[in-house]
């Protein structure tokens, strides 16, 4: 099966600040891969898609790029609300399977 | 807009049979791929598997064939048993929908399928 690593483990930072988020799968995904929000006591939250296709709703704060093996999600300026765990998955070889996640949270 | 709930017993003994249902609100289960995924702090989320609303199945391997998925279009529900439990089947176990959405990478479209809407997860705990 495909392992996706995640890195930063944690990520300390402040309302207002960039984020950068990096998922590595263990071979090539192509395009799919996508990135969930998870808050607490929550379920994950679909955020983005392919790689870069926002899913509806979500604020173009949130961007993905990537292909291959190499993934970024990029939240541009934090939000209170973004402070949460954030997991990347594939799509491209069964088993589907997940990052591990890197939290974000309030420094 | 569709919902999904689970619904099931919260407290299972070991060697005995895990059985969650999910239950689909705001719209057809019919055309869709339904999915079980849990989430334990040993194994993070973990994708159990699928059943099309036809009744065609797809299994995580890693789960050794301890698993069922069914479907009850009539009373738009699906349903997950996993036999032979022990403690590190302890997890939330959450149900999703699988959609198919619209995508543009470059000059490349297509259409992928991912996990939209979740349930918002039911806690399962095994031990005796």
């Known amino acids: 099966e495909i392992v996706l690593t995640q890195s930063p483990a944690t990520l300390s930072l402040s309302p207002g600040e960039g984020a950068t988020l990096s998922c590595r799968a263990s071979q090539s995904v192509n395009t799919y891969l996508a990135w969930y929000q998870q808050k607490p006591g929550q379920a994950p939250r679909l955020l983005i898609y392919?790689?870069?296709n926002r899913a509806t709703g979500i604020p173009d704060r949130f961007s993905g790029s990537g292909s291959g093996t190499d993934f970024t999600l990029t939240i541009s300026s934090l939000e209170p609300e973004d402070f949460a765990v954030y997991y990347c998955?594939?799509?491209?070889?069964?088993?589907?399977?997940f990052g591990p996640g890197t939290k974000v949270d309030i420094k | 807009q569709v919902q999904l709930q689970e619904s099931g017993p919260g407290l299972v003994k070991p060697s005995e049979t895990l059985s969650l249902t999910c239950t689909v609100s705001g719209g057809s289960i019919s055309n869709y791929n339904w999915n079980w995924i849990r989430q334990s702090p040993g194994k993070g989320l973990e994708w159990i598997g699928y059943i099309y609303s036809s009744g065609s199945t797809n299994y995580n391997p890693s789960l050794k064939g301890r698993v069922t998925i069914s479907v009850d279009t009539s009373k738009n529900q699906f349903s997950l048993k996993v036999n032979s439990v022990t403690a590190a089947d302890t997890a939330v176990y959450y149900c999703?929908?699988?959609?198919?959405?619209?995508?543009?990478?470059?000059?490349?479209?297509?259409?992928?399928?991912?996990?939209?809407?979740w349930g918002q997860g039911t806690p399962v705990t095994v031990s005796s």
């Open positions: 392919d790689a870069s």
């Open positions: 999703a929908r699988r959609i198919q959405l619209s995508y543009c990478n470059g000059g490349s479209c297509g259409l992928g399928n991912w996990l939209d809407p």
């Open positions: 998955q594939q799509r491209n070889t069964w088993p589907l399977t």
